[in-house]
């Protein structure tokens, strides 16, 4: 059964910094890409960063300079290191699991950015 469990959500001020955690199981981790999605309301869902199989990584331009992704083969872990973190940067966060074929997905953590 595969699973993805996010977490380290929270309330953070402005400018404060975040770490979210994404825990895998079920399937081959070291060959899937992991990403990080955002979602706020009214707003569809966004592409945050991603690291592929060889740990290249991505990420939109509205969070470079301020978040870093890393994952940790051997703990079936991505993480998503947030800094500098603004208000509009509130949302949805979802873990993503992909290998061309199949697409898994974890069921999100709220980050909420404001004073």
């Known amino acids: 059964q595969v699973q993805l469990v996010e977490s380290g959500g929270g309330l953070v001020q402005p400018g404060g910094s975040l770490r979210l955690s994404c825990g895998a199981s079920g399937f081959t981790f070291s060959s899937y890409s992991m990403s990080w999605y955002r979602q706020a309301p009214g707003k569809e869902r966004e592409l945050v960063a991603s690291s592929s199989t060889g740990r290249t990584t991505g990420y939109a331009d509205s969070v470079k300079g301020r978040f870093s992704i890393s994952r940790d083969n051997a703990k079936n872990t991505v993480y998503l290191q947030m800094n500098s973190l603004k208000p509009e940067d509130s949302a949805v966060y979802y873990c993503?699991?992909?290998?061309?074929?199949?697409?898994?997905w974890g069921q999100g953590t709220q980050v909420t950015v404001s004073s």
């Open positions: 993503e699991a992909g290998d061309g074929r199949r697409d898994y």
